[in-house]
């Protein structure tokens, strides 16, 4: 049992607001879809190129489109970095897009119950899908067939065009989770 009530609902002690979400009228500046989804994911490859941590240059690439400073946000990406932790999990990469879509779609409050869990779950499922169809796996470890936690075999891939292949990715997930949000827009308008 959930101490003050059953998922918080009604608003008793408990309950989670999401005070706003990311603003999709931010989108409009782009000309076209094209325009957008290019510019997210050269912005996602060049953050992830220069400043390592595919899953905070996701949700870094999407912050400064919707021109937030969520320090939060931005922080709860970074262990995700190197498929979970260095343990060569679910791609970083995979996982700051589908922080940006909960960001979005998410879940507003404990008492939206399964339903609202459900509605933010559908968008992000086609990343999933999207990425397993494109890449063959959400693993880190099988995109880079390598263990990045061991300094050798980090080196390794890194000095053998690693961190372009790697930036890549990031940048195909963000043009992906671009093209949601900018589909998303437009039925919202």
């Known amino acids: 049992m959930i101490p003050g009530g ?3 609902i009604n608003g008793r002690e408990g309950a989670t607001q999401a005070r706003r979400t990311l603003d999709l009228s931010k989108l409009d500046r782009y000309a076209t879809p094209e ?10 490859y060049d953050y992830d190129f220069s400043c390592h941590g595919c899953s905070q240059a996701v949700v870094q690439t999407f912050l400064d489109v919707f021109e937030e400073d ?7 990406a970074s262990p995700f970095a190197a498929g979970m932790s260095m343990t060569g999990n679910n791609c970083g990469a995979l996982i700051g897009g589908l922080l ?31 990425f397993q169809g494109r ?17 050798v075999k980090a080196d390794a891939y890194f ?31």
């Not at 290019?38 to 912005?43: D, L, Q, Y």
């Not at 879509?101 to 409050?109: E, M, Q, T, W």
């Not at 067939?145 to 300094?151: I, V, Y």
Request: with cysteine.
């Open 6 to 8: 059953e998922c918080g």
């Open 35 to 44: 325009a957008f989804v290019e510019a997210v994911r050269k912005k996602a």
């Open 70 to 76: 969520n320090a939060p946000l931005f922080k709860a």
């Open 100 to 130: 940006i879509l909960g960001a979005v779609f998410g879940r507003k409050s404990m008492a939206d119950g399964m339903e609202g869990i459900i509605d933010g779950i559908r968008p992000a499922r086609r990343l999933v899908k999207h």
């Open 135 to 151: 890449f063959g796996t959400v693993n880190c470890r099988d995109l880079t067939q390598t263990d990045l936690a061991d300094p």
């Open 159 to 189: 000095a053998g065009g690693g961190l372009e292949r790697c930036a890549a990715v990031t940048g195909e997930v963000a043009a992906f989770v671009g093209g949601l949000l900018y589909e998303e827009r437009q039925k919202r308008k």
